[in-house]
Protein backbone atom coordinates (compact mmCIF):
# COMPACT_ATOMS: atom_id res chain seq x y z
CA UNK A 1 0.00 0.00 0.00
CA UNK A 2 0.78 3.59 -1.21
CA UNK A 3 2.02 6.75 1.78
CA UNK A 4 -1.46 8.43 0.37
CA UNK A 5 -3.73 5.07 1.60
CA UNK A 6 -1.11 4.49 5.03
CA UNK A 7 -2.24 8.17 5.83
CA UNK A 8 -5.76 8.20 5.03
CA UNK A 9 -5.99 4.47 7.04
CA UNK A 10 -3.83 6.21 10.03
CA UNK A 11 -6.17 9.36 10.38
CA UNK A 12 -9.45 6.73 9.97
CA UNK A 13 -8.23 5.25 12.55
CA UNK A 14 -7.30 7.98 14.50
CA UNK A 15 -10.74 9.80 14.44
CA UNK A 16 -12.38 6.33 14.95
CA UNK A 17 -10.76 6.26 18.64
CA UNK A 18 -12.06 9.74 18.80
CA UNK A 19 -16.08 8.77 17.63
CA UNK A 20 -15.97 5.82 20.78
CA UNK A 21 -14.73 8.51 22.80
CA UNK A 22 -17.57 10.94 22.29
CA UNK A 23 -19.98 8.28 22.08
CA UNK A 24 -19.05 7.10 25.45
CA UNK A 25 -18.35 10.28 27.17
CA UNK A 26 -20.78 13.21 25.90
CA UNK A 27 -23.80 10.89 27.67
CA UNK A 28 -22.31 11.04 30.63
CA UNK A 29 -21.08 14.83 30.68
CA UNK A 30 -24.74 15.85 29.85
CA UNK A 31 -26.49 13.99 32.07
CA UNK A 32 -24.07 14.56 34.68
CA UNK A 33 -24.47 18.75 34.19
CA UNK A 34 -28.35 18.53 33.30
CA UNK A 35 -29.98 15.70 34.44
CA UNK A 36 -32.04 15.47 31.79
CA UNK A 37 -33.05 12.37 29.96
CA UNK A 38 -34.57 15.26 27.81
CA UNK A 39 -31.74 17.09 26.94
CA UNK A 40 -29.60 13.69 26.10
CA UNK A 41 -32.25 12.56 23.91
CA UNK A 42 -32.63 16.02 21.90
CA UNK A 43 -28.36 15.99 21.56
CA UNK A 44 -29.46 12.78 19.65
CA UNK A 45 -31.64 14.03 17.67
CA UNK A 46 -29.61 16.73 16.56
CA UNK A 47 -26.75 14.66 15.88
CA UNK A 48 -29.07 12.60 13.21
CA UNK A 49 -31.01 14.84 11.89
CA UNK A 50 -28.00 16.04 9.04
CA UNK A 51 -28.19 12.61 8.23
CA UNK A 52 -31.53 12.94 7.21
CA UNK A 53 -32.09 16.44 5.47
CA UNK A 54 -28.61 16.92 4.34
CA UNK A 55 -26.64 13.55 3.92
CA UNK A 56 -27.90 12.85 0.88
CA UNK A 57 -27.54 16.74 -0.71
CA UNK A 58 -24.40 18.17 0.65
CA UNK A 59 -22.17 16.13 -1.22
CA UNK A 60 -23.59 16.68 -4.70
CA UNK A 61 -22.95 20.18 -3.84
CA UNK A 62 -19.44 19.81 -2.90
CA UNK A 63 -17.61 17.83 -4.61
CA UNK A 64 -16.99 19.30 -6.99
CA UNK A 65 -15.50 22.29 -5.68
CA UNK A 66 -13.23 20.92 -3.08
CA UNK A 67 -10.67 17.42 -3.56
CA UNK A 68 -11.89 14.84 -0.92
CA UNK A 69 -8.87 15.24 1.24
CA UNK A 70 -9.68 19.03 1.59
CA UNK A 71 -13.41 17.71 2.76
CA UNK A 72 -11.82 15.55 5.37
CA UNK A 73 -9.22 17.62 6.35
CA UNK A 74 -11.80 20.47 7.43
CA UNK A 75 -14.20 17.90 8.68
CA UNK A 76 -12.06 16.80 10.93
CA UNK A 77 -10.34 20.44 11.73
CA UNK A 78 -13.78 21.57 12.71
CA UNK A 79 -15.20 18.61 14.13
CA UNK A 80 -12.04 19.33 16.82
CA UNK A 81 -13.48 23.03 17.46
CA UNK A 82 -16.67 21.84 17.42
CA UNK A 83 -16.08 18.90 20.18
CA UNK A 84 -14.56 21.68 22.36
CA UNK A 85 -17.46 24.25 22.26
CA UNK A 86 -19.51 21.74 23.53
CA UNK A 87 -17.56 21.17 26.31
CA UNK A 88 -17.23 24.85 26.76
CA UNK A 89 -21.26 26.09 26.37
CA UNK A 90 -22.18 22.78 27.92
CA UNK A 91 -24.32 24.75 30.19
CA UNK A 92 -25.96 26.45 27.24
CA UNK A 93 -28.64 23.68 25.87
CA UNK A 94 -29.46 25.28 22.55
CA UNK A 95 -25.67 26.66 22.11
CA UNK A 96 -24.97 22.93 22.36
CA UNK A 97 -28.00 21.67 20.39
CA UNK A 98 -26.71 23.47 17.77
CA UNK A 99 -23.01 22.79 17.47
CA UNK A 100 -24.29 19.54 17.85
CA UNK A 101 -25.82 19.67 14.21
CA UNK A 102 -23.16 20.74 12.88
CA UNK A 103 -20.92 17.76 14.09
CA UNK A 104 -23.68 15.39 12.51
CA UNK A 105 -23.42 17.16 9.54
CA UNK A 106 -19.52 17.07 10.21
CA UNK A 107 -19.80 13.72 10.28
CA UNK A 108 -22.45 13.09 7.80
CA UNK A 109 -20.16 14.97 4.96
CA UNK A 110 -17.13 12.73 6.17
CA UNK A 111 -18.69 9.52 6.12
CA UNK A 112 -19.69 10.07 2.26
CA UNK A 113 -16.21 10.72 0.89
CA UNK A 114 -13.88 8.66 3.52
CA UNK A 115 -14.46 5.59 1.29
CA UNK A 116 -14.26 7.42 -1.80
CA UNK A 117 -11.18 8.71 -1.48
CA UNK A 118 -9.78 5.71 -0.42
CA UNK A 119 -10.93 3.58 -3.36
CA UNK A 120 -9.91 6.59 -5.81
CA UNK A 121 -6.01 5.86 -4.55
CA UNK A 122 -6.43 2.09 -4.31
CA UNK A 123 -5.75 -0.26 -7.61
CA UNK A 124 -8.62 -3.11 -8.54
CA UNK A 125 -5.75 -5.52 -6.88
CA UNK A 126 -4.94 -4.33 -3.58
CA UNK A 127 -8.45 -2.86 -2.96
CA UNK A 128 -9.64 -6.14 -0.87
CA UNK A 129 -6.86 -6.28 0.98
CA UNK A 130 -7.10 -2.50 1.52
CA UNK A 131 -10.65 -2.69 3.07
CA UNK A 132 -10.10 -5.86 4.73
CA UNK A 133 -7.25 -4.07 6.85
CA UNK A 134 -8.95 -0.91 6.96
CA UNK A 135 -11.90 -3.00 8.81
CA UNK A 136 -10.10 -5.29 10.29
CA UNK A 137 -8.56 -2.58 12.75
CA UNK A 138 -11.99 -0.53 12.63
CA UNK A 139 -12.97 -3.90 14.62
CA UNK A 140 -10.36 -3.73 16.90
CA UNK A 141 -10.63 -0.03 17.62
CA UNK A 142 -14.59 -0.58 18.37
CA UNK A 143 -13.14 -3.04 21.29
CA UNK A 144 -10.29 -1.35 22.65
CA UNK A 145 -11.44 2.36 22.62
CA UNK A 146 -14.85 1.20 24.61
CA UNK A 147 -12.91 -0.66 26.93
CA UNK A 148 -10.01 2.41 27.33
CA UNK A 149 -12.41 4.82 27.97
CA UNK A 150 -14.42 3.06 30.87
CA UNK A 151 -10.93 1.63 32.37
CA UNK A 152 -10.30 5.82 32.71
CA UNK A 153 -13.58 6.75 33.93
CA UNK A 154 -13.60 3.62 36.16
CA UNK A 155 -9.87 5.05 37.57
CA UNK A 156 -11.70 8.98 38.11
CA UNK A 157 -10.75 10.12 35.12
CA UNK A 158 -13.96 12.61 34.18
CA UNK A 159 -16.06 12.72 31.46
CA UNK A 160 -14.87 15.94 30.71
CA UNK A 161 -11.33 15.33 29.91
CA UNK A 162 -12.58 12.31 27.75
CA UNK A 163 -13.42 14.81 25.37
CA UNK A 164 -10.79 16.84 25.37
CA UNK A 165 -8.95 13.59 23.96
CA UNK A 166 -11.79 12.83 21.76
CA UNK A 167 -11.33 16.43 20.25
CA UNK A 168 -7.38 16.00 20.03
CA UNK A 169 -7.90 12.72 17.75
CA UNK A 170 -9.75 14.90 15.64
CA UNK A 171 -7.09 16.93 15.34
CA UNK A 172 -4.30 14.62 15.43
CA UNK A 173 -6.22 13.13 12.14
CA UNK A 174 -6.67 16.36 10.51
CA UNK A 175 -2.80 16.72 10.70
CA UNK A 176 -2.60 13.33 9.12
CA UNK A 177 -4.53 14.13 5.96
CA UNK A 178 -2.56 16.84 5.12
CA UNK A 179 0.06 14.69 3.68
CA UNK A 180 -2.73 13.23 1.82
CA UNK A 181 -2.20 13.48 -2.10
CA UNK A 182 -5.87 14.11 -3.75
CA UNK A 183 -7.31 16.10 -6.51
CA UNK A 184 -10.93 17.42 -7.42
CA UNK A 185 -13.43 16.50 -9.91
CA UNK A 186 -13.38 18.93 -12.73
CA UNK A 187 -14.51 19.37 -16.61
CA UNK A 188 -17.69 18.25 -18.57
CA UNK A 189 -18.33 15.22 -15.27
CA UNK A 190 -18.77 18.11 -13.20
CA UNK A 191 -20.73 20.30 -15.48
CA UNK A 192 -23.02 16.71 -15.99
CA UNK A 193 -23.07 16.33 -12.46
CA UNK A 194 -24.32 19.91 -11.72
CA UNK A 195 -27.29 19.51 -14.57
CA UNK A 196 -28.82 16.51 -13.09
CA UNK A 197 -28.15 16.88 -9.45
CA UNK A 198 -31.51 17.26 -8.55
CA UNK A 199 -32.34 13.25 -10.45
CA UNK A 200 -29.16 12.41 -8.54
CA UNK A 201 -29.71 13.31 -5.01
CA UNK A 202 -33.76 11.40 -5.23
CA UNK A 203 -32.27 8.60 -7.68
CA UNK A 204 -31.05 6.49 -4.65
CA UNK A 205 -34.59 6.54 -3.07
CA UNK A 206 -36.35 5.58 -6.01
CA UNK A 207 -34.30 2.66 -6.24
CA UNK A 208 -35.18 1.70 -3.06
CA UNK A 209 -38.65 1.73 -2.88
CA UNK A 210 -38.43 -0.25 -6.55
CA UNK A 211 -36.27 -3.13 -5.70
CA UNK A 212 -38.19 -5.52 -3.18
CA UNK A 213 -35.59 -6.83 -1.46
CA UNK A 214 -34.30 -3.15 -0.50
CA UNK A 215 -37.46 -2.15 -0.04
CA UNK A 216 -37.90 -5.08 3.16
CA UNK A 217 -33.96 -4.35 4.22
CA UNK A 218 -35.06 -0.40 4.54
CA UNK A 219 -38.81 -1.53 6.72
CA UNK A 220 -36.57 -4.09 8.96
CA UNK A 221 -33.05 -2.21 9.44
CA UNK A 222 -35.88 1.13 10.62
CA UNK A 223 -38.00 -1.04 12.93
CA UNK A 224 -34.21 -2.20 14.72
CA UNK A 225 -33.01 1.90 14.31
CA UNK A 226 -36.43 2.95 16.06
CA UNK A 227 -35.80 0.03 18.90
CA UNK A 228 -32.29 1.72 19.01
CA UNK A 229 -33.50 5.09 18.60
CA UNK A 230 -35.46 4.16 22.00
CA UNK A 231 -33.11 2.23 24.05
CA UNK A 232 -30.04 4.28 24.10
CA UNK A 233 -30.37 7.09 25.44
CA UNK A 234 -32.80 5.63 27.97
CA UNK A 235 -29.54 3.01 28.98
CA UNK A 236 -28.03 6.16 31.34
CA UNK A 237 -31.28 6.97 33.22
CA UNK A 238 -31.98 3.30 33.45
CA UNK A 239 -28.25 3.15 35.20
CA UNK A 240 -29.15 5.81 37.51
CA UNK A 241 -32.80 5.59 38.18
CA UNK A 242 -33.45 1.86 38.17
CA UNK A 243 -30.02 0.44 39.30
CA UNK A 244 -29.35 3.06 41.30
CA UNK A 245 -25.46 2.93 39.80
CA UNK A 246 -22.13 4.90 38.85
CA UNK A 247 -20.86 6.09 35.43
CA UNK A 248 -18.60 3.33 35.44
CA UNK A 249 -21.41 0.90 35.46
CA UNK A 250 -22.69 2.74 32.40
CA UNK A 251 -19.23 2.61 30.62
CA UNK A 252 -18.38 -1.14 31.44
CA UNK A 253 -21.79 -2.01 29.77
CA UNK A 254 -20.98 0.30 26.77
CA UNK A 255 -17.81 -1.43 26.80
CA UNK A 256 -19.42 -5.09 26.70
CA UNK A 257 -22.15 -4.01 24.16
CA UNK A 258 -18.43 -2.99 21.94
CA UNK A 259 -16.70 -6.38 22.75
CA UNK A 260 -20.09 -8.39 21.61
CA UNK A 261 -20.36 -7.01 18.55
CA UNK A 262 -16.67 -7.93 17.56
CA UNK A 263 -18.09 -11.22 18.20
CA UNK A 264 -21.13 -11.16 16.04
CA UNK A 265 -18.27 -9.77 13.44
CA UNK A 266 -16.37 -13.02 13.17
CA UNK A 267 -19.08 -15.01 13.51
CA UNK A 268 -21.10 -13.38 10.84
CA UNK A 269 -18.08 -13.81 8.53
CA UNK A 270 -17.47 -17.66 9.30
CA UNK A 271 -20.72 -18.59 9.19
CA UNK A 272 -22.60 -15.79 6.45
CA UNK A 273 -21.73 -18.55 3.59
CA UNK A 274 -24.03 -21.06 5.41
CA UNK A 275 -26.85 -19.02 7.20
CA UNK A 276 -29.03 -17.60 5.15
CA UNK A 277 -29.91 -14.18 5.24
CA UNK A 278 -33.31 -14.12 6.73
CA UNK A 279 -32.23 -17.17 9.48
CA UNK A 280 -28.93 -14.73 10.47
CA UNK A 281 -32.11 -11.35 10.78
CA UNK A 282 -34.18 -13.63 13.05
CA UNK A 283 -31.29 -14.74 14.87
CA UNK A 284 -30.44 -11.27 15.90
CA UNK A 285 -34.20 -10.25 16.59
CA UNK A 286 -34.75 -13.41 19.41
CA UNK A 287 -31.37 -11.79 20.80
CA UNK A 288 -32.57 -7.88 20.98
CA UNK A 289 -36.09 -9.41 21.79
CA UNK A 290 -34.34 -11.27 25.11
CA UNK A 291 -32.21 -7.78 25.68
CA UNK A 292 -35.18 -5.66 25.44
CA UNK A 293 -37.20 -8.05 28.00
CA UNK A 294 -34.34 -8.60 30.79
CA UNK A 295 -33.82 -4.77 30.36
CA UNK A 296 -37.75 -4.21 31.00
CA UNK A 297 -38.21 -6.97 33.99
CA UNK A 298 -35.12 -7.92 35.72
CA UNK A 299 -33.86 -5.14 37.64
CA UNK A 300 -30.16 -6.41 38.80
CA UNK A 301 -26.47 -5.02 37.81
CA UNK A 302 -25.51 -8.45 36.91
CA UNK A 303 -28.55 -9.04 34.44
CA UNK A 304 -28.02 -5.66 33.17
CA UNK A 305 -24.39 -6.06 31.80
CA UNK A 306 -26.22 -10.04 30.07
CA UNK A 307 -28.66 -7.54 28.47
CA UNK A 308 -26.19 -5.10 27.29
CA UNK A 309 -23.84 -7.84 25.89
CA UNK A 310 -26.84 -8.74 24.09
CA UNK A 311 -27.59 -5.56 22.82
CA UNK A 312 -24.21 -5.23 21.41
CA UNK A 313 -24.67 -8.39 20.04
CA UNK A 314 -27.95 -8.40 18.45
CA UNK A 315 -27.32 -4.78 16.97
CA UNK A 316 -24.21 -5.46 15.47
CA UNK A 317 -25.75 -9.02 14.01
CA UNK A 318 -28.32 -6.82 12.25
CA UNK A 319 -26.30 -4.10 10.73
CA UNK A 320 -23.92 -6.48 9.67
CA UNK A 321 -26.77 -8.26 7.64
CA UNK A 322 -28.12 -5.10 6.70
CA UNK A 323 -24.45 -4.09 5.04
CA UNK A 324 -23.67 -6.86 3.18
CA UNK A 325 -27.25 -7.31 1.63
CA UNK A 326 -27.16 -3.91 0.73
CA UNK A 327 -23.62 -4.26 -1.32
CA UNK A 328 -24.71 -7.54 -2.30
CA UNK A 329 -28.09 -6.46 -4.07
CA UNK A 330 -27.21 -3.01 -5.02
CA UNK A 331 -25.44 -2.46 -8.51
CA UNK A 332 -21.27 -0.71 -7.62
CA UNK A 333 -22.55 2.17 -10.11
CA UNK A 334 -26.06 2.81 -8.13
CA UNK A 335 -24.06 2.14 -4.42
CA UNK A 336 -23.40 5.59 -3.54
CA UNK A 337 -27.20 6.95 -4.16
CA UNK A 338 -28.80 4.13 -2.63
CA UNK A 339 -26.45 4.36 0.31
CA UNK A 340 -27.16 7.79 1.53
CA UNK A 341 -30.18 7.32 0.53
CA UNK A 342 -31.14 4.07 2.84
CA UNK A 343 -29.25 5.93 5.73
CA UNK A 344 -31.29 9.08 5.39
CA UNK A 345 -34.18 6.78 5.40
CA UNK A 346 -32.89 4.81 8.67
CA UNK A 347 -31.86 7.98 9.99
CA UNK A 348 -35.43 9.21 10.36
CA UNK A 349 -36.21 6.17 12.48
CA UNK A 350 -33.62 6.99 14.25
CA UNK A 351 -35.60 10.58 15.37
CA UNK A 352 -38.58 9.27 15.92
CA UNK A 353 -36.62 6.58 18.58
CA UNK A 354 -34.49 9.51 20.28
CA UNK A 355 -38.24 11.77 20.44
CA UNK A 356 -40.27 8.98 21.99
CA UNK A 357 -37.31 8.91 24.53
CA UNK A 358 -37.86 11.91 26.20
CA UNK A 359 -41.38 10.50 27.30
CA UNK A 360 -40.08 9.11 30.91
CA UNK A 361 -39.21 13.06 32.14
CA UNK A 362 -42.91 12.94 32.10
CA UNK A 363 -43.48 10.45 34.43
CA UNK A 364 -43.85 7.36 32.26
CA UNK A 365 -41.23 4.57 34.09
CA UNK A 366 -38.33 4.20 31.87
CA UNK A 367 -38.54 0.19 32.04
CA UNK A 368 -41.95 0.58 29.81
CA UNK A 369 -39.75 1.81 26.90
CA UNK A 370 -38.18 -1.05 26.97
CA UNK A 371 -40.82 -3.25 26.76
CA UNK A 372 -42.42 -1.67 23.93
CA UNK A 373 -38.97 -2.43 22.08
CA UNK A 374 -39.46 -5.32 22.70
CA UNK A 375 -43.31 -5.85 21.12
CA UNK A 376 -41.90 -3.52 18.17
CA UNK A 377 -39.01 -5.97 17.44
CA UNK A 378 -41.85 -8.68 17.67
CA UNK A 379 -44.47 -6.69 15.57
CA UNK A 380 -41.60 -5.75 12.79
CA UNK A 381 -40.79 -9.69 12.41
CA UNK A 382 -44.22 -10.72 12.12
CA UNK A 383 -45.05 -8.31 9.45
CA UNK A 384 -41.43 -8.58 7.32
CA UNK A 385 -41.82 -12.31 7.00
CA UNK A 386 -44.47 -12.03 4.80
CA UNK A 387 -43.37 -9.53 3.38
CA UNK A 388 -39.75 -11.27 2.71
CA UNK A 389 -42.31 -14.01 1.14
CA UNK A 390 -43.92 -11.67 -1.42
CA UNK A 391 -40.34 -10.38 -2.46
CA UNK A 392 -38.90 -13.47 -3.23
CA UNK A 393 -41.99 -14.43 -5.08
CA UNK A 394 -41.79 -11.23 -7.81
CA UNK A 395 -37.70 -11.42 -8.08
CA UNK A 396 -38.39 -15.22 -9.10
CA UNK A 397 -41.20 -13.92 -11.55
CA UNK A 398 -38.78 -11.25 -12.85
CA UNK A 399 -35.83 -13.47 -13.08
CA UNK A 400 -33.08 -13.64 -11.12
CA UNK A 401 -31.32 -10.58 -12.26
CA UNK A 402 -33.00 -7.43 -10.66
CA UNK A 403 -33.25 -4.53 -13.20
CA UNK A 404 -32.69 -1.43 -11.23
Not at 88 to 99: A, E, K, M, R
Not at 224 to 245: K, Q, T
Request: hydrophobic letters at 50%.
Amino acid sequence: MNKNIWLLLLAKWTSNFGTHFHMLAFPLLVYEKTQSVTLLSLTFIAETLPWLLIGPVIPHLIKNRFSPKAILLYCDFFRFIIVLGTIYFIDHTWIVLSLIFILGTLNSIHGSFRTSIVKSNTDDITLKTTLGISLGIDDVISMIAPVLGALMISNGVSSFNLLLLDALTYLMSAILLIGVKSERYTGEEATQEKQYFVREVTRGFHIIWNHPQLRWLATIEGIRSLVEGISIPLLMLYVVDVLSSSDATFAWSRALSAACAILASLFYIKWSLKISTEKFTKVGTIILIASMAIFSVIHHTVLFFIASALLGLGMAIRQLVSENLLIQVTPARDLPEVASAFNAAISSFYVIGYAISILPEQGIPVTYFFALSAVLLIAGHVLTVGKRSINDSEERSNGTQVNL
